[in-house]
Every structure is written in C-alpha cells, then in structure tokens.
C-alpha cells in the first residue's frame, strides 16, 4: 500500500512541476484550424504542420511560454487572404494576436472574447465586415485595441468602457456610425482613442472628455454636432477634429460658437452633463433602464396612461424630425467630403508591389504629429499653411511601410533606414528613418532644417511629401517621392552585358539634369543659397524617362555634426570631396562643382573610379581613354570633347580656377544648341 501510495506521489508531483510537451494536441488542433482559415492555399504558413510542434520556433509566428502554451502569433504583412476562425478563442493563453497588414474578410468572430488574457489585438488594415462584437467588452486583459481600416459597421460597442486596462482604441477608416459611447469615459488607462473617418453621429461625450489619461482624440471626418467639452482644449493640437461641420464650441480654433438650435439639437444621442460631471440618464447608445414609479407591480392608473401616451407621441414626432435632420446632415456631409473631406470607402489594402482600390485622400496627409516628452522638434511652429501640406503621423508611416518590413527596406547606414512605401493615395514613397539621436540636438536648429527642406522644389530635386516626429520610436521620417530606376550608381562599372547601358544621349541629359539641381541650390530664391555638400552617385536618382533627380539636399542641416562628418569621410573615399576641404574645413558652392566634375566624368567612362589615364584621355581628345567603350563608339566626338573639357576645369585643383555652376549651365546650353545647327 505505502508502494502504490509513493507511485501516486510521484505521477502527481510530475504533473504539478513538469511543463507539458508541445502545446497539447488540443491547440496544435486549434492552430491547424486557424491556418485553415487564414491561409486556405496554404501559400503563407506551409510551416504550420499536423506534426509538428508550435513551440519549437518552426511554426512561423508562433511563440509559446514556459509551460508549452501558445501566446502569441504574429502573423503581420504576410499576404494572408482568408478569414478569423472561431477556433481562435480556443487558445486560453494568448496574450497577443497580430494579423494587421494583411488581406482577411470576414467578420470578427464572437469567440474572440474567450481570450481573457490578451492584453494586445491588431486587426488593422485588412478587409474584416460586420461590427464589432460586443463580447470583447468580456476581454479584460485587453490593453490595446487595433481595428483600423477595414470596413466594419454598426455602433462602437459601449462594452468596450467595461475594458479597465485599455489604453489605445484605434477605430478610423470604417463605415462605423452611431454615437461616441459614454462609457469610454469610463477607461482610466485610456490615452488615445482614434474614430476618425467613419460616419458618427451626436455630441462628444463630457466623460470622454475627462477621460484622466487621454493624450490623442481624433475625431475628424465624422458627422459629429453639438458642443465640444472645454475638457479637450488641454489636448491642444493631439485633439483632431476637422470635417465635423456641426460640431460648435469657445476656445477652440476653427469651431463656431454655439447657438440654441446646437443645445437642443434632436440628433444628440448622447447624454446631456453640466460641466461638473453630473448626468442625466440619456444615453441613447448604452441600455435605457426607464422604471415607472408605481407601488404596485403595474400601473393602472387612467392618467399615467394618458401620460404614457402623451410622452409616445413626442417621442413619435422627435424621432421623425431626428429622421429629416439627419437625413439633411447625412446630404450636408457628403457633398463637404466630395470636396475636401477625402473619406471614401476603403475596398482593398496596400501591399509594397501594387495599390488596390486605394483610399481616396486629399493632397494632405493626417496632421496628427506625435512628440516624445523631452524632443518637440515642431513645438516651436510651423505656420498652418505649412503643417497641412508635409506632416504625416506615425500611423501613416507605418502603414505605408507595412510596419517597417523588412521586404520594403531599400537600404541602410549608420545613421538612418530608407523603406519604399505605398500612401493610401496610391502614391509609391520612400521613407527615409533618421534616429533622434542622429539629429541636431538643438531644437531651433532642427526646426530651421525642416522648413529649408520644405522650400525646396525643383524638377531635378527628389520631391519631399512630408515628415513625421514620432512619439514612441524617437525618430524622424522625411517621406520622399519614390524614383524608380535607382541611382546613377547601378550604371556604372557593368560587365559581360550585365545591367542597362546608358545611351549617350541619356548620359548628356542626366549631366544637365544634375547641373540643373546644383544651380538651383546654389542660387538664391524664394529659399536660401545651399551648398549640397555630399554629391555623389549614390545621390543622383533616375526615373522612368531617365531624368536626373539629386537626393539629400539640405539632409547636412538636420543632422548631428558627427554624422555629418561620418558621411563626409565616405565621400572623401569616392573621390567626391575637394582637396581644398582638408585645409579649410569648409564647403563651398566650388566643392559641389569639384564632385559635379567628378561625376560627370563617371557618367562618361561609365566607372566608379576615376584614373589619371581619364583626365589624360579628356585633355588631348583621346576618347579610348575617357569615353565608355560600352558605347560601340555610338556618341558624339564634339559633345564628348565639350563635356570631358567642363569636366577637366570643373575638378581643378584649385577652387578659384573651377567655374561656378552658372558658367557650367552656359556651356551646356551652348553644347545642346550646336548640336542642334549641326543636325539641321
């Protein structure tokens, strides 16, 4: 007996201290299901095995924790295509779901808000329909809440201000309407709540508005009327509210001034509160609870049923004038945002190679900018003019990017990361990543870098469309028109037929080009004269007709001196820099025209490296030795002769012997007119 009792023991104490094997066969089940679902083709997660193990890092996505249970899948940006299976509520232990960037339908399955432990849900930017289940109200884990565009209707479930731990509610770009739920007042934690671009109606919520932690209230592009609680001016510019025609109120800029007709208004279903906080039970999206006061368990009473009827009939005629009203609004509405509201229906998602069914969006980005408590570049102002027509906020950098993936990195350096993106626009961009602490630690400076490079604008100039500081991840991002034939630097040095060959007329077209940028930031204008500093190959973009576009101008007067020093040392390697710098320590517009010099002789030799045999070659016309022989000796002798001699004088010695870049652009005007009297 005392044997089997010790057995007993032993079974028990390996039960109680040993973790099981794999998740058991009950979520290895649960995630075959799941993958079912997601991935119906099996194209994406051909990782997920019926025998394998989901915790042994060969499930892609999959994580699990020390007791071999699932806690996380993170299946962002992988092209999934399928739908939410129920089957998802099966896995108790999962702290966090990340599907977002990808293609799902489907509605969010109820099941979802068996999860008790999930503390992270990103659903965003897929093409999920049907409303948001109130059962999530259930989750009370949940911290963040991420259901942005996608085409989700109905109200915003007022079981969400059940969720005490929640601290983001990202909801924009749906088809959601109804009220603003009151109860999201009711979430201490809550610092931001994004609704913007959906089609809410009513009053904002005095509640809301107290919310305690609340940082970021966007609202904009919504239906919304009444008067705004003075609450929210302490958000200052993190509370967004734009394209809400019938929203009124004092202190804040844009916004009208109430009349009576706001205050009693028939289309606020929202509960009417003093500025002191106390209530009147009329919250039209959250259950009305109406008790009739009678001693006994029913009213007979003849008057209390003229009464009730009496109060039916104005409810009848109230709810009739809220149908015309709104109705009205609904009209008011659409044709503002055919103008200038930008919200349309969402029908497909981006991905880095095409643009679907894109968001039709104004010339402008989001303005939410975000700041980290000790750097606020921009709290130092930028004119309004300004601020609507180049910042972008995180969000939008993030979703052009598909969260920074690494499919969509260009390329990288010690100080900053280039991503191609796509805007909702359609619009194809690279993002360029530049780190806090890469950047000039004085604010004034930084803000006065900014404003240089949203002066700049010219044909031959990579276009920049807008910047963004973000809060959480201390970094700057300068969004950029995206050039789609790489740099002058792929076409050079190609061997064995390897690459496109630049026809010359191409070549003499890109050197213009570049003379055509350098002349425009040497002269002054409607901006300050600028010396580039850093022109280089690399630097010089190619687009679809061939056209030179100069990058990172004006890039030196936002960075950190030691970057800008990094960066001069990679140039000096290239040959690109004057030997003048080396004594001087200084930049002029004669040391962008020594580089220019530099370039144009690779551009001719079709090299990386320049030799002695190739200033030779320019000097005595000896076109063997400084012309590309990828060519078939197909080029002009007369124009090779010119630009070789504009080379040679251009990357003298001596910065008083170089040409400005005005005398350049008269020499190659005159080259390009001969050229045409000799064809004639």
Known sequence: MSLQIYVLFLCVHTLLVSPPTVSSNVELRTLMDIKASLDPQNAYLSS?????????????????????????????????????????????????????????????????????????LYLNVNNLTGSIPPHIGNMCSLQVLQLCYNKLTGNVPTQLGDLKKLAVITLQYNHLSG????????????????????????????????????????????????????????????????????????????????????????????????????????????????????????????SKHIYVGVILGVVAVSVGVMVVVLSMFSWFRRQKQKIGSAFDSCDGRLSTDQAKEVCRRSASPLICLEYSNSWDPLGKGFSQEVIESFMFNLEDVESATQHFAEVNLLGKSNYSAVYKGILRDGSVVAIKCIAKTSCKSDEGEFLKGLKLLTSLKHENLVPLRGFCCSKGRGECFLIYDFVSNGNLHQYLDLKDGNGKVLEWSARVSIIKGIAKGICYLHTQGNKPALVHQNISAEKVLIDRQLNALLSGSGLNKLLADDIVFSTLKVSAAMGYLAPEYTTTGRFTNKSDIYAFGMIMFQILNGKQKFSQLNRQGAESCRFEDFIDANLNGKFSESEAAKLGKIALICTHERPNQRPNINTVMEELTEMGESSLILNT
Not at 83 to 91: D, H, V, W
Not at 203 to 218: E, H, T
Not at 266 to 287: H, L, V, W
């Open 179 to 302: 009220a603003i739920p009151a109860s999201l007042g009711d979430l201490d934690l809550l610092t931001r709540l994004d609704l913007s671009f959906n089609r809410l109606f009513g009053s904002i919520p005095v509640k809301l508005a107290n919310a305690p932690m609340l940082q970021v209230l966007n609202i904009q592009n919504n239906t919304l009327s009444g008067n705004v609680p003075l609450a929210l001016k302490r958000l200052n510019t993190s509370f967004i509210y734009r394209n809400n025609p019938g929203l009124c109120g004092v202190g804040f800029a844009s916004l009208r001034v109430c009349t009576a007709f706001d205050n009693t208004s028939p289309i606020k279903p929202e509960p009417f509160a003093s500025e002191s906080g106390q209530f009147a039970r009329k919250d039209i999206p959250e259950s009305a609870n109406f008790q009739l006061n009678c001693s006994q368990g029913h009213c007979s009473n003849p």
């Open 48 to 120: 997920w095995t019926t025998d394998g193990d989901p915790c042994s890092g060969s499930f892609d996505g999959v994580a699990c924790n020390e007791y071999g249970h699932v806690v996380n899948i993170s299946l962002q940006g992988k092209g999934l295509r399928g739908f939410l299976s129920p089957a998802i509520g099966e896995l108790k232990s999962l702290s966090g779901l990340y599907l977002h960037f990808n293609m799902l339908s489907g509605e969010i399955p109820k099941e979802i808000a068996n999860l008790s432990q999930l503390t992270d």
